[in-house]
């Protein structure tokens, strides 16, 4: 009975999905945790499907892109369940700000990890990331009623 629980979590540990794996890449950036870009600020790109990227192969794709500057990573609900995004562009006056499962990277000058990571496909940013965006600094300015 034990060899056959093993076995099972040996299997769905080696997969390569959202939560098995720790990320191999994040040693190329700096990590803002629980934080996001401010509404003004929109991503140049944003992955095809953000369903089947991993924070590896987003990280993986900002460092090929010359032109990225900050990567946003994380839940954001709805049908995509995980966004990528690429910016070109990062305040650092008015960003990142507090988001819940979001996380923001921004990548060092020097990367010290050499590991062959597939990217990510994109496609042109559109307007869902300022939905997004929109609806949490909504969510973040409601008054508790539980605190009159």
């Known amino acids: 009975m034990l060899l056959i629980f093993l076995a099972m979590f040996a299997a769905v540990a080696a997969r390569d999905n959202h939560f098995g794996l ?14 996001d870009m401010r509404i003004p600020i929109k991503p140049y790109a944003m992955a095809l499907n953000g369903y089947d990227s991993t924070e590896d192969r987003c990280l993986a794709t900002c460092l090929i892109d010359k032109r990225c500057k900050a990567v946003v990573y994380g839940m954001s609900g709805g049908r995509q369940v995980f966004t990528c995004e690429l910016y070109e562009e990062i305040d650092a006056r008015s960003s990142p700000i507090y988001s819940p499962y979001m996380n923001i990277y921004i990548p060092r000058s020097t990367c010290p990890v ?18 997004r965006r929109v609806k949490m600094e909504k969510r973040a300015n409601r008054k508790n009623p539980f605190f009159g």
């Open 114 to 131: 050499r590991i062959p990571i597939q990217a990510i496909k994109m496609v042109p940013a559109d307007d869902s990331s300022l939905k």
């Open 22 to 35: 720790p990320c191999r890449l994040c040693r190329c950036f700096v990590e803002y945790t629980d934080r």
